[in-house]
């Protein structure tokens, strides 16, 4: 078909609705578009969510797959990313520490047939965030009451922000061991259970392992646990040739055949990923009469610089970090936090560009009482300690707490991203 519209003479005045399109197009008005992306890739990434709702072409622009790989070949941002409550419930946050910004992240899709999700694993890969699994209620179980594990897997792009289901893992679980392999673009996961934050004890282990290819969204089965283990951190290590799963529980036992206790690993078990897969179980990491539980374990990945194969491990129990020697296969003493949490209070340990940053509430909430008024509206200040392991220094940063409640930071989801 021949388009018989004619055309509009030289310097004839376009239409209003033309101008506005054209205008809707541009960056910054007076500037060319190239200069006005370059300006905006100059904005700090924790300050991307906020000025994209300044028009549309800012939204498109800072959205968009160029933009966004131009802009991270400029610039490391390295960002903690903290889960307060279920993600589906109560909105995720980015932390920018060299600008001292908040981030809010869009809530997870809601699936209202569940409530109550916790336990699960937050990790990055590439420019996404995966949350696997975790512990929630189903109104769909019986009984009602009984926590049951979760093998979902959603995707949250750090580009669009915006959320995607994934495959779901062929075992579900919660408070498992995982690890990212970026090299393969792969996830590992091994053992878990179905514990809940709301209850000390019970709940079901599994020993079952799998690996996630994120280029597939596939789920592999690989060989299981020597035995049944939750509660355990994973890590990779050797050039990203050794997946190691440590502490957590396995067993239980009663007290007056009422009370369950648990039985806590005092070991690591070791899956070869190079080899023929199969597990070694590293001995008792502590002397006689030391332990009983773990703390919280973090690692810390090598850089460039470094020529060593094998990450630092490093454990936050009370005031008080370990160092794990994998030579000895002892906890070393390292440091101490300088200043105590508040009373009746916990930290939250997470490693964010090799530094080992230790949360805390600079004051402590009753959080009985703030459940019981409606009237509270601030939820304080966050406390943050950071630790360098290199150098063995401290430093510290105050920041006003993001959320409009006070947070529970032992049963807090911490992550950190680097983009």
Request: hydrophobic letters at 35%; glycine letters at 8%.
């Amino acid at each position: 078909m021949i388009d018989t519209t004619p055309e509009s003479p030289p310097g004839a005045r376009q239409p209003p609705s033309t101008a506005r399109e054209q205008q809707s197009l541009t960056l910054i008005p007076g500037l060319p578009n190239d200069v006005g992306s370059l300006i905006l890739s100059m904005v700090p990434y924790s300050h991307h969510a906020r000025i994209k709702q300044t028009c549309k072409s800012w939204n498109r622009v800072l959205s968009s797959k160029p933009f966004f790989s131009t802009f991270l070949h400029r610039r490391r941002n390295h960002l903690l990313c903290i889960f307060p409550q279920d993600p589906s419930i109560a909105s995720p946050f980015l932390f920018d520490p060299q600008n001292h910004a908040w981030c809010p992240l869009p809530p997870m899709p809601c699936n209202p047939q569940v409530y109550g999700l916790c336990n699960f694993a937050a990790v990055p890969l590439g420019h996404h965030l995966y949350v696997l699994g975790g512990s929630l209620f189903d109104t769909r179980s019986f009984p009602i009451d009984r926590p049951s594990p979760s093998s979902a897997t959603f995707r949250l792009s750090l580009r669009d922000f915006t959320w995607r289901p994934r495959a779901p893992m062929l075992s579900p679980r919660g408070s498992f061991a995982c690890a990212v392999v970026p090299r393969s673009g792969q996830i590992l996961v091994a053992g878990g259970g179905s514990r809940h934050t709301m209850f000390a004890a019970a709940g079901t282990r599994i020993r079952a392992a799998e690996r996630y290819d994120a280029r597939r969204d596939r789920w592999y089965p690989i060989e299981g646990l020597p035995g049944f283990r939750a509660g355990c951190v994973g890590f990779v290590s050797g050039g990203g040739r050794e997946f190691w799963a440590m502490g957590g529980y396995g067993a239980s036992r009663t007290i007056s055949g009422v009370f369950p206790v648990d039985e806590y690993y005092r070991d690591a078990a070791v899956m070869e990923l190079d080899g023929d897969g199969g597990w070694r179980e590293v001995g008792d990491m502590w002397g006689d009469g030391e332990r009983v539980r773990a703390g919280k374990i973090v690692v810390v990945e090598n850089d460039d610089d470094d020529k060593s194969d094998y990450p630092g491990v490093y454990m936050l129990d009370g005031d008080e970090i370990l160092r794990y020697d994998m030579s000895t296969n002892r906890w070393l003493c390292e440091s101490r936090v300088p200043r105590k949490a508040p009373y009746n209070s916990s930290f939250g340990v997470v490693v964010v560009n090799g530094e080992l940053y230790v949360l805390t509430h600079l004051c402590i909430v009753d959080m009985t009482e703030t459940r019981r008024s409606r009237q509270h509206r601030r939820a304080g200040t966050l406390y943050i300690q950071i630790y360098n392991p290199k150098k063995k220094t401290w430093r510290s940063l105050v920041t006003k707490s993001p959320f409009s409640y006070p947070i529970d930071i032992n049963t807090t989801i911490l992550s950190s991203i680097c983009l």
